[in-house]
């Protein structure tokens, strides 16, 4: 892995969002668009088929180009479906939070649309019964959950504390991939950021919390959507 462009200067701890800045879904894009194979792929299966006026896919330039290719691996959007869990049209990984706007997919979230009453404890969704209704049903399952996550975060919902899923730690695993990234040894990490730490004790710090990181961008991040709980391992 590279360090990118977009990468902040993981030496500054301000230069990343805190804990409770961002959504759910924002934090899992956060350790994706980190992943290297995530970054190879963009680049070779999708960044060359994108429309730069409007952002549209040409999709079938991108099977074209695949033709050798066997027939399951041909369909550029599968694969990214199949190996991360991306629903709709991949971002490029310089994509910022700001930019990246989840969809939900198969279910519309009523927010004001219409004439009901809710509880702030309280989600309404619509379900459209002449599509299949498993998938929307997997999806409402899922955006139900990281708004119950992000209401117990707030405070607004009793439930599991937040330390139980680490969110606490997402900005400190960010630093360590990016500076990973750059060139930086663990020995580096570990006196940047764990300055405050005897030095044997920073220095392995620094390497599980590393390896805690990549696990996240590795494949843990498609669990913070679902369940918050399993998305980190906590040294």
Request: hydrophobic share 45%; net charge neutral.
């Given at each position: 892995m590279t360090h990118a462009m977009w990468m902040p200067d993981w030496t500054?701890?301000?230069?990343?969002?805190?804990?409770?800045?961002?959504?759910?879904l924002?934090?899992?894009?956060e350790f994706l668009r980190r992943s290297p194979r995530y970054q190879t792929l963009?680049?070779?299966?999708?960044?060359?088929?994108?429309?730069?006026n409007?952002?549209?896919?040409?999709?079938?330039?991108?099977?074209?180009?695949?033709a050798n290719m066997e027939p399951r691996d041909r369909n550029a959007l599968a694969i990214f479906r199949r190996e991360f869990g991306v629903?709709?049209?991949?971002?490029?990984?310089e994509s910022s939070v700001e930019d990246y706007i989840p969809e939900v997919g198969w279910?519309?979230?009523?927010?004001?649309?219409?004439?009901?009453?809710?509880k702030v404890t309280e989600i309404g969704v619509v379900f459209d019964l002449s599509l299949p209704l498993a998938p929307q049903i997997e999806e409402?399952?899922?955006?139900?959950?990281e708004v119950a996550d992000d209401l117990r975060t707030s405070g607004k919902l009793p439930g599991v504390a937040e330390s139980r899923n680490r969110r606490n730690l997402?900005?400190?695993y960010l630093r360590l991939l990016d500076a990973a990234a750059s060139g930086a040894t663990t020995k580096d990490m570990a006196a940047v950021i764990y300055p405050r730490l005897d030095n044997d004790s920073a220095l392995q710090t620094a390497r599980n919390r590393l390896k805690a990181a990549q696990e996240m961008r590795d494949g843990g991040y498609r669990h913070i959507n679902f369940k918050g709980k399993k998305a980190g391992v906590a040294i």
């Open positions: 500054a701890a301000n230069a990343y969002p805190r804990a409770n800045a961002l959504r759910l924002q934090w899992s894009w963009y680049d070779e299966l999708i960044r060359p088929f994108v429309d730069k409007d952002g549209g896919f040409d999709s079938d330039a991108a099977r074209n180009a695949r629903r709709i049209l991949p971002p490029p990984p279910v519309r979230v009523l927010e004001g649309q219409v004439n009901l009453s809710l409402a399952a899922r955006w139900v959950e997402w900005p400190e």
